[in-house]
């Protein structure tokens, strides 16, 4: 088991209008809102002193960003790390998707039609966790919302459907793997 930090990219203007972002390269809104500099002062403030054995990052922009500015310039890029693939759903609506597919995502997140199947998602966030297990102290990750929803997925070892919003942006979260 390993001790897993997990910190979700800050608001982009996708997630200020609902929309479904998946591996769009979406920056962050600038300038950031006060609640996000609010929780990134909290988040420095539980970050501070610590030593963390790896330091990773979504590849997507938004992830790069939240990295930078918690003072991980060199956090590794991990492809693992990109949130899931909407496909045809990114850029549209939660709102949207379930008008289209009522209660997909809550209760049968396989039955969607997104851009990677469920056995992808699920093998890419299995190698990030076996990665954080294998190291030697605390992992920090910087990520998405749907990636952390399925990490807990995995780690309890379960099927299903997912909480449209695992963690609030830019929140911190600590887990064991």
Known sequence: MAEFWFIRHFRTPWNSQGRLQGQRDIALDDPMGSQDLAMLLANRQALAGRKFALVLTSPLRRARQTAVLHGFPDAEADPDL??????EWEGKTWG???AAHPGGWENALHS????ETMDDFIARITRVRDRARSAPG???VFGHGAWLGGLKLV???RRGGLPRQALANGALERLVV
Do not use: H, R, S
């Open 82 to 87: 990109a949130e899931i693939a909407f496909g």
């Open 96 to 98: 949207e998707m379930e």
């Open 112 to 115: 969607l039609p997104l851009g």
């Open 138 to 140: 605390p992992v920090l």
């Open 155 to 157: 780690l309890e070892q």
